[in-house]
């Protein structure tokens, strides 16, 4: 037993392409402390996503286990899985998959909706958080009159709010500027060392490899470096 | 919760939930209009032979056969008491008899009937008879079907020669004045049929009080010297076609529900297929797949609902003002089917029901359905667009 927040034991992850068998991930093998600020670097198709993926409990792996706190992520059934990422993962992703319908402060609320919340017991949670990303003069406005760095700011405090023990954010410059990917890596950094949750990104931007304390090297589903 | 999602989900979605209804509701009126015209095409034909030849079934001289008209003098009896009581909106005495007329030098057969003027029964276009004195002098008044007159080239006001036969058998001729030519709505009270006022014909053939039936609003039971046809006997030929239109109808029935069904399902599986990626936010976010699945369903049950109202809001005027003008079948005027040159819808609402009951079923299976294949596959996959294709 150790107090590691998760760890990766002799994971690998074969994808069905057609005829053809895809292996993605290799015998991957790694902890993650509470906390930490990392990231996986690596081309595409080095198995980034996927990892994150597995973590985040949004795929099984096809060999190898995952644990969250020592509890392992492939014996919980569809209904404790979804429960696992409802309490413990807050998601960031490349294309910040906003529920579009909602505006910004109904974005930022529906995780805490999902865990059973009120919205007048958490109505002043969200507007802090909307202050600290930076959205406070746009709280009515919905994803689709937000500019890419603005959305990716609500995708941040959406995975935030809840207060998560893990932010996976995959790729989530991407899709960005300079100015505003390093804006939002500040951000993120900063609400790092405010909250307490350990954040994992996917990425090969160089940019983000600067903020990160933690660097885990991948190619074609192996690691090959972690500093 | 799950309601209040589902309400701001499908309230939000703006132009895309509102073609989605519209398009739902404009199947929804083309259905009903169509399976109410066919009910109002056979309701009106099934009231114009009514109104016009059978009443409520006939008390007919035992033997008489419409399709035997060589038989017809030996098949006329007597109007009995019993029915002689009855109130003459209730009967309706006819004599049937052959004659030949001659058009144009050519020879026409033709069923002559005469009919009491005093019935008000059947709703034929008789008036100009009535205004003709009991006594034949040199001319018979008669009516013609607008069919017949066409067809034969007669109007109003032609005279020509009509021969037939007595009781005794004797053949007697004189000529005829055409009085009216009447819209009979009925093709059996028309083609080859001459209306002739019942106490002249009985005069002409010395039939005193004889009749082939007696039409009568309802069975009075059982009359001496009469056997009575129903209804469903009367009308076998043309019940028989309601019967197999009725097939066709369930047909056609089936045609417009599949329509409808795959308009319906093709928009509710547009929808699901562009909400994919949103789907699979909801289960990145921890959203269990049931909850999800009652979400989609709720909003597919709000799609139907509004459906409902805007089919409703739209499709009562328009049915309100079909029912007024009716639908224009004047190029079906030349066939023998018993109708007016326009026809009503006929709205039932069983029928109805079903259908929008089906409706609603199959907008909300097709929320269901495809959300629900969603969920059971990996959260990546429609975070990815590619849990359906």
Redesign the interface.
Known sequence: MNNNLISVKGVSKVFKVGEENFTALRDINLEIASGSFMSFVGPSGSGKTTILNLIGGLDVPTAGNIFFKNTKLSAMNRNQMAQYRRKNIGFIFQTYNLLPVYSVYENILFPLLLNGSKEKDVRERVMNIINKVGLSDQVKKRPSQLSGGQCQRVAIARALVKDPLLILADEPTANLDSKNSLQILELMSELNQQYKAAVVFSTHDEKVTRYVRREVGLEDGKIISDK | ?NWSIAK??FS??GLRASLNVLVTALSIIALIFMLSLLNGFQAQATKNVVNTDVGGGHYRAPGFDILSPTEWEDHTVKTPEILMQLDNKDKAEVLVLQGQLYPNRRLYPVQIRGISMEQSLLKLPLNNLKTFPKNIDDLIPVVVGAKMAKKSHLQKGDTLTLKWRDKSGAVDAKDVLIVDVGDMLNPRVDEGVLWLRLDHLRFMTDRKREVSWVAVQNYIGPVPEFEFHPVELLMADLLALWRQDRINSKILWAILMTLVCISVFNTQMLNIFKRQ??I???????????RIVKIFTLEGCLAAVWALVVALLLGLPFFIWFQGVGFDVSHLSESTLPIRETIYPNYQLMEIIYSLVIVFILIVASSWLPVKKITRL???MA?RGRAIK
Request: charged share 25%; aromatic share 0%.
């Open positions: 919760m701001k989900n939000r979605q990626k949103e699979g936010t909801l289960m990145a976010l921890g959203m269990d797949s049931n990996d959260p990546t975070l």
